[in-house]
């Protein structure tokens, strides 16, 4: 009996040494695939986007619930190093933050200013009917003088608030539908060549009238 009970401590001992050998043996493993993972994440080509930065953040999330498990059984210097990758994600999280939020802020600028320009285009030849690709496919030589009669119209009805910006897109539109015009040019119905070539004439007084001087009053405000 005095021998059973030995042999059952001496298992018991060894049970609990072999318990403790594999919970220090997972706490390593757990540690160095954290430690592992914030090293590739700093190596990566960054990509600044909120979604690629949640899958990142995501995967290390899953490496910390491990290592809270079983960081009780590392020594003194793999904690250390455990802690030391934490704080090295705590920076990369901190960069990432930084360049995401100047990437969205410079897409809603260009947003911003692409919205902007396909209203002023709108307002010169018809809803949607000039995109960013400015094709005038729609133009012919039927309704080319009623478009051309629209656009110095307009520009003319809204000269005194157009901006320099204004100005630039507009000319580079007016280009457009000039050279939309010598595509049709041959087919145009009679008489309506001269009267194109009068709005065209009306076209540039008001330019040079208003562009100019828009300009010289942001300049002067810009000096202010």
């Known amino acids: 009996m005095k ?3 030995v042999l059952i401590a001496v298992c018991i001992t060894m049970s609990g040494f072999i318990a403790c050998k594999n919970s220090a043996t997972q706490a390593k493993e757990d540690a160095m695939s954290l430690n592992n993972y914030v090293d590739s994440v700093e190596k990566l080509n960054p990509v600044y986007t909120t979604a690629y930065w949640s899958e990142l953040d995501e995967g290390y999330r899953l490496r910390v619930s491990e290592t809270d498990k079983t960081n009780t059984a590392l020594t003194a210097s793999e904690k250390e190093t455990l802690a030391a990758s934490k704080a090295q994600f705590a920076e990369l999280k901190t960069s ?5 939020s ?3 802020n410079q897409a809603k600028i260009t947003t911003s200013a692409s919205d902007y320009r396909q209203v002023l285009r709108n307002s010169l030849f018809g809803e949607g009917m000039i995109g960013s690709d ?3 496919d729609f ?3 039927n309704n080319l003088l009623s478009v051309f009669r629209t656009f110095v119209n307009t520009v003319q009805d809204n000269r005194n608030v157009y901006t320099r910006e204004d100005w630039d897109e507009i000319k580079v539109l007016y280009e457009a539908l ?4 010598n595509a049709v040019e041959k087919e145009l119905p009679n008489g309506d060549n001269t009267k194109i070539a009068g709005l065209k004439i009306k076209f540039s007084a008001i330019k040079a009238t208003h562009r100019g001087g828009t300009k010289a ?3 002067k405000e810009a000096k202010q």
Do not use: C, H, M, S
Request: charged share 40%; net charge negative; aromatic share 8%.
């Open 217 to 219: 009053e942001e300049n």
């Open 3 to 5: 021998k059973i009970n």
């Open 178 to 181: 000039d050279t939309r015009k």
């Open 102 to 104: 100047a990437a969205e």
């Open 134 to 136: 400015l094709k005038f």
């Open 139 to 141: 133009v012919t030589a």
């Open 96 to 100: 990432y933050a930084i360049e995401i």
